[in-house]
């Protein structure tokens, strides 16, 4: 049973008043990320806008240790500070790693690979805003086809998004999970099973952005829901190996009918001048990842 959103910790560990955007979904996330975490959690964050959020020494709007690290290192500084708890004994704290997809999948990937290769001890959260949002929107290997940013051709990006969390799957890792600040029962269950979990653990959140992605701040959770509503997002975890679908994309699979991914692009402005082909591409990529995400879900349920 996902956790009711009525039932969530009162406990603030990201205040109010901080420095990310109005509307941002990354502070919205946190607020329930750490809210898993329970204060019991050291934070290792390269640069981003996760870092603005933070704020600038000696303020800061998160209660809990942050360090900020060098654009590529944020999964070696966590493995370091990961070995340093471990000596002195402080199992009850976790390391989270917290890098944006530019920190995870271009800059930040060879340490974060190394780090999943060794199983070391710590929680890494990507999320994904889908460009380097902090320098401008400039694209990244997770911007998705048709896209447009400050560095794409004025009709969007002409290639695919990788599929990082298949990347982190090759790496045999113990758990693997995606959420939503849509959902926020679902992202905090998934943050509070790593929490006690050992071994690397990995969560991709998407994360509406409205200054990059242009659409109104008010409307961040709309967005969130309306990517998993298309299949555009998909909410599920693998736990040694074990997939299964979670949440709303959970009940989308049982029946309930998934919306066009269209309803998720429109009323974004970096999709306003993507061309009708490669708007059918897009919709043809979700529907082959739902196909593939759902009767994985159902072989490895009825194998169970
Ligand atoms: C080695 C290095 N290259 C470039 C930068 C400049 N830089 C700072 S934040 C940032 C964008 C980060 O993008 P992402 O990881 O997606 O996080 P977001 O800003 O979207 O939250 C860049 C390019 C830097 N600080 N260090
Ligand atoms: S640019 Fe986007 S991700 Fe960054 S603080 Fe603003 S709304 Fe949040
Ligand atoms: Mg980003």
Redesign the pocket.
Known sequence: MTTNILHLPETEYLLPGNRACAGCS?GIAFRHVTKALEGKAVLIV???????LCGMYPTSSVTLPVINC???STAAVASGVAASLKKQGRTDITVVAV??????A???IQALSGAAERNTDILFIC?????????GT?R?S?TPLGARTTTTPTQGKQQLSKDVPAIMEAHHIPYIATASPGYPGDLYDKVYKARFMKGTRYIQLN?P?PA?WQYPSADTVAVARKAVESGAFILYEIENGHFRLTGHSLRLSEGKERTPVSEFLSGQGRYSRTDEETLATLQQQVDERWHLATKRHYSEKADA
């Open positions: 990354v390269p640069a981003s806008c996760f870092t603005v060098t654009f590529p890098a944006g997809d530019g920190g995870t271009d800059i930040g999320y994904d805003n889908e460009a380097y949002m902090n320098t400039q990244s997770l994360a952005c990059g």
